[in-house]
């Protein structure tokens, strides 16, 4: 998810579009995005800290292919990682969401 993805959402909740929903649904759902955005974050941080690391260490060497799987690799790994706590920005993005959907920000 980039930043503009994230820009959408954050209109989505201050739009109408959750208003049908009761307050524990648009909870996890709005759990579920910034759980989505700290895992792309992590995943960032992650690809920053391999980008000097050869993909294969028998020959030394990458290719689009190897480089490819690794960046998939490192996504699930981001997943995994928010999915046991993460680096705890999910919890403020929901609350600020959250917030923006009832009216009481923007």
């Known amino acids: 998810m980039e930043a503009n993805n994230l820009t959408s959402v954050a209109t989505a909740f201050a739009s109408k579009t959750y208003s049908g929903m009761d307050k ?6 709005a759990h ?7 895992s792309v974050y992590v995943a960032d941080a992650f690809k920053a800290m391999f980008k000097d690391i050869s993909v294969d260490p028998l020959t030394g060497t990458s290719n689009n292919s190897n480089e490819t ?5 490192i996504d ?4 995994d990682f928010v999915k046991k706590g993460g680096i705890g920005i999910a919890d403020g993005i929901a609350a600020q969401l959250i917030k923006i959907q009832e009216g009481h920000l923007g």
């Open 24 to 29: 524990s649904a648009v909870a996890k759902k």
């Open 32 to 38: 579920e995005v910034a759980a989505d955005f700290e």
């Open 69 to 73: 799987w690794r960046d998939m690799l």
């Open 76 to 79: 699930e790994y981001a997943k």
